[in-house]
């Protein structure tokens, strides 16, 4: 979860070498920094639940799944961001060190103070991305996610699911009930 900028404004090189420095993780946009916050349990509990299906499901496929701490690049230079969840099946993004370039799928988890950006100006910034074709937000209060998905006229379209429905992660052919993201979460109305 992105806190507030600093509003240092750097080049994507210093930024880069400025934060390997830090004790926490920033996201960059735009020249400025901003400080990546701790999410709650429920939060971390659903992008774990995701990540470690995937990279079951993946063994074997090529392709790699990632965690809060992969860097994901929407260019070179930036926007840099720290997806809940990212996908990459590109060869490029084999020997990367620093930051992904090439993912098929990021998944957000929501928060109350960063649902607006991850909907808004996030997505914007992700569908910049060339092999990304899917975007997924997950609700941490809720059952509810919500998959944007490219299709062949290059829009993207929203597969929304409930309780009770199966997701369908076309990326990486990947169907899974949606209670198995929400295990073990507890919801702030229950008892």
Known sequence: ?????????????????????????????????FAMTGGTIPHTTIALNLASTLKSHLRGRGCRAFMADAKVGVSENGPFHYPDVVVSCDQRDKQAMKFLLYPCLIVEVLSPSTEGYDRGGKFYQYRRIQTLREYVLIDAEKISVECFRLNEKSIWELHPYEEGDEVHLT?????FPISLVYEDVQFLNEG
């Not at 990326?171 to 169907?175: A, E, K, P, Q």
């Open 171 to 175: 990326c990486v052919d990947f169907h």
């Open 1 to 33: 979860m992105v806190a507030s900028s600093n509003r240092q404004y750097m080049t994507p090189q210093e930024y880069l070498e400025w934060e390997e420095r830090q004790d926490i993780k920033y996201e960059y946009i735009n020249g400025e920094v």
